[in-house]
Each structure stands twice: as structure tokens, then as C-alpha cells.
């Protein structure tokens, strides 16, 4: 089955290109219903196909950790002072607010819907490096204008680590094959179920803010869409004129989380549904 990656790149300006990066002022924060701005569609097609520390000397001391839960502490060189040496290695994903209250004390942050975007570091550019959260320290000594950073964070996230929507089954095919064991999925139709992440999978959940990939699916899928949070690396996508129930969905979100994810990777307790007549992710 083919499939086509979006795979902005960065340009100057803080522009992307061929992309739509959010924009603050679409943000509703702290809101119980609307997520980031976009615009309505529909279509004639069944199924989505596309893809679509401390500061220490000349910079930021790091004993930061990998990822908002992490008990783990990890050394770093120090990071820049000056912030526009780490504008274009600075990214954004979303996290489960729940139960962090001392430590989103103590990072910028957004609430958007009912999660928390927070902001990381690649020192390469390069996921396969550790992550250092950035932390509000951090954005005192770099003086960062918090809208600014938002906005870099977005476009540097969107344009640099790509965005991707793929059939479950592809995934699902792909990582039996890499387990090297003897197992066949049955074909058939099924629930169609689509898998948004980016080229790296990982802290690819942050993609569900991208809302006109959202509403391009949802033009394929001629049906507006549940979003699973699966973890905080994707979510999956169902169309939800599919007739599934919605406490159903939730009732398995919650199972997941409990029985296979470990604490820092759980997002949610619940699905979203984007619109096609708001144009915008709701819950």
C-alpha cells in the first residue's frame, strides 16, 4: 500500500515550507474544547491515505533528564546562553499534565486542550541524541519571549522531524518483520486505522496539532475523526462515522495505559475527535 511523508524543511525566516505551523493566538489554554486553529473540510473517500540546569560559565549547565518523568539524570556540556544558537534545536511535544504539577512548575509551558506542551533540545538536530528539557531557567538566562519560542518550537518540530500518517497495518507488517517471526495479519477490509507520528516516532503525538493534516484526513476519511493517544510518540486515527463507540475507546485508552506503557509515555485517559465543521480537535 502506498503511502507519501511530509518532510518540511527548515526555512529562514521562521517559515516552513508548504506548511502550516499554529498560531498562539489560536491556542485556547486551559480550554476544555478547542485545541489549535484550522479550517473544515469534507470529501467523497473512505479511509485516510496519505502522510500527509544551573548556569555555569559561557552556558546552561545540564543535569537535565530525557523526558518530563525520567528519574534519571544525564550530563551534558552546557548549553548555549545565547538564544539564538539553540532557536532551530528547540522542539516541542505534549505530555500527560496529570500529576506533574512540581515540574511544570518549573518549565514553560502551554496548556493546550487538557495537555501540556512542553519544550526540548536536539543538540544535533539528531532524535537518536538524548533530550534535554528545557527548563524555565533556561529561558530566563536565554530571555526568550515565550510566543517566540512557541513558534519556533512549532516550526522547528513540523519542518525537522516531519510529520507522517500511515495504515496501522503497515506498522503493525513492518515491526513483525523486524521481529523476525513467523506470523501473517488476515487480510481483510476492517476498521480503517491510521498512525500519526513523525519520521522519527518518537514524541510524535504533538502532531495532532497540525489540524489541516488533520482536516486533509478527514477529507479522505469523508468522516470527522477520533483521535487515540496511544502513547505520547502517536496516535492512531479512526474515522468516526466507523460507528464505534467513543466510552468504548476510552475504556481500552485507559486499559493500554494501565497494562502496557510505562508512566512517561501515557498521554491520556481519553480520545479526541476532530471536526470538520469547528476545524479544530476537541475532547
Known sequence: MKYCELNYKYAEKNETVGASVPDSNGLQENS??????GNTGSGPNRGIEGDTGNVQNKGIGGNTGSDPDSDSKKSFEPVPEEYSLVRQKIFAKLV?????????SGVPHKMILDL????YLYREND????EILVTQEMADVWDADDLQMFRDAMINTRSLLGVTVRPLREMLGEMI???DVSFELEEGEG????????HWKRNGAICMLFEDILEECA???DSDLYLIPSSIHEVILVPVDEGLSRSDLDSVIRSVNRDELSPEDVLSEHSYIYSRKLGHVIF
Open 127 to 130: 532524535p537518536d541524541e538524548e
Open 219 to 221: 477529507k479522505m476519511a
Open 191 to 198: 476498521i480503517p486505522m491510521h498512525v500519526m507520528t513523525n
Open 32 to 37: 476544555p474544547n478547542r485545541g489549535i486553529g
Open 96 to 104: 500527560n499534565p496529570k500529576g506533574k504539577i512540581d515540574l511544570l
Open 177 to 179: 518483520r523486524k521481529m
Open 116 to 119: 501540556a506542551l512542553v519544550y
